[in-house]
Structures are given as C-alpha cells and as structure tokens.
C-alpha cells in the first residue's frame, strides 16, 4: 500500500483534527494531574495549603496594617475569593509556558494539533480550582456568609479566567520554543501581576484617574466579577470593567491562536 503525502493536508484538516486528537488531550491532562502530586510529602492538600497560607497573610497585611474596609464581609473571605481565580490563572499561566517544552520528545516524533498539548495543561490548574472552590465553601459556611442567586455567574467568569491564562500561555509557551529565556520571565509575570492585580483588596481603592490604566490588566474584571458572584454583590462590580476585560481577552484570543498557528509549524525543527 502506498502512503500518499498531500502538501497542506494536515492544515486543511487541523481544527478537525483537534478533534479527532481528543483523547491524546485527556491522556496529556490526566498525566500532568498525576506527575504534579507524584512522590510529594502532602500530596494533593498542597492545593489547599497554598491559597489558606495566601490568605492569612494578605488577611493581615490588608486588614490589620493597611487597615483597609471590607464593607462589612470577612475580610478572608474578601481575599479568599480573590485568591480562587488568581491562583488558576497563576498556576495555569505557568504551566502552559512550559508545556511544549515539556512535551518535545512527544513533539519532534508524532504529528498531532500543538494546541493539544497547552489546553491539557490547562485541566490540572482547573482540577486546583474546583478544589480550592471547596475550601472557599467551606469558609463562607464557619462565617455562615452563604452565597445568594449571582453564584450561578461563577462559571461564566470561570470561562473568562480560562480563556486569559490560556491565549497568554499559547503566546509565552510559542515564545518559549524560540527562546528559552521566557522560562525565567514566566514567574517574574505571574508574581508582578499578583501585585497588580485586586487580590487582597477591592479595586474601589484605585484612584479614580488610574482606573482605566489599572483595568487593562484583563484579570481585574475577572476577580472583580469572581467576589461579586461569591459575596452576595456586596463586592462593587464594575460592568464596563468586565466589558473592557472580555474585549482585551477576545483580542489576545484572536492574537495567541494566530501567533501560535504561525510559529507552530518549526516547533519540532526548534524544539
């Protein structure tokens, strides 16, 4: 039987294709679920010491010696429920940069669509979140603090979350392949923006004329709408803020997938 090359074959074929790889996906998310916990001394409760030692420290600093308002919620879970989108993001920033990378025996040996590989990397970080959103639940039932109808707009904003640590991970782990430097910058981005972005305190705080500087970081609207959702509205939300951060999130999308379809095809050359 003869096998039959077609030049532009594959890139006709590749958004089928990502479908037609999907349980390479799953294969590739499962494992990295399986390898992150792997031979650690806690294991899987590292998801939830994590975000409760965050919390405690941010908790004192912001609370006790800035002494900022809380507009009478708990000021954990204030931070808590900030904590909960940033830590997806953090942790799935982190390791989509690094999937490729990760991942090149597999690359420079098989064909398959290269998205494959940063949105299985995506699944362990979703895996923390819905973890931590347990120990969140837990908080909110000893503070007796229970969520009221604007809960059932997490998953929306979760998509939000999703999309932003995505198309920034196809951006930097495209980047990473042609230059490995990026590997060093990843975790400077991840810590700088976790100063930047409304973590342990309500946004409500920054100046009125640095507002719409601030809001361009796409994360602001997402954690913003997360304390919303979780805290009964009592957290001010800002409409045209999430509005800003969907367009910056929709045009990184358009740009990420362009520049990684673009460089995709020397990654087994490079890698």
Not at 41 to 70: D, E
Not at 91 to 117: D, H, M, W
Not at 126 to 154: H, K
Not at 181 to 206: A, C, E, K
């Amino acid at each position: 039987m003869d096998l039959l090359i077609e030049p532009g074959r594959a890139e006709r074929n590749y958004w089928r294709d990502l479908w037609r790889y999907r349980e390479l996906f799953f294969f590739l998310a499962w494992r990295d679920v399986l390898v992150r916990y792997k031979q650690t001394l806690i294991g899987i409760a590292w998801v939830l010491v994590r975000p409760l030692l965050t919390m405690i420290v941010f908790t004192f600093v912001f609370s006790k010696v800035a002494h900022l308002k809380s507009g009478g919620i708990p000021y954990p879970l204030v931070v808590m429920a900030g904590i909960l989108p940033w830590q997806f993001f953090a942790t799935a920033l982190s390791e989509s940069s690094n999937s490729l990378i990760g991942n090149s025996n597999l690359i420079a040996k098989v064909y398959f669509p290269r998205l494959v590989v940063p949105a299985g990397s995506i699944i362990t970080s979703l895996v923390e979140f819905l973890i931590t959103l347990v120990l969140m639940a837990a908080m909110m039932g000893c503070y007796q603090y229970l969520p009221d109808w604007r809960i059932l707009l997490v998953p929306a904003f979760m998509l939000l979350a999703v999309a932003c640590s995505f198309v920034l991970g196809l951006w930097l782990c495209a980047l990473n392949v042609q230059y490995r430097d990026f590997r060093h910058i990843v975790p400077f981005i991840v810590q700088f923006g976790l100063y930047v972005s409304p973590v342990g305190f309500s946004s409500n705080i920054i100046p009125e004329k640095w507002r719409l500087l601030y809001s361009l970081n796409p994360m602001v609207g997402v954690i913003e709408g997360f304390r919303w959702t979780l805290l009964r509205g009592q957290s001010p939300l800002n409409w045209p803020v999430v509005l800003l951060s969907c367009v910056l999130i929709a045009m990184l999308t358009a740009s990420g997938i362009w520049y990684f379809r673009k460089m995709e095809k020397t990654f087994a050359d490079v890698i």
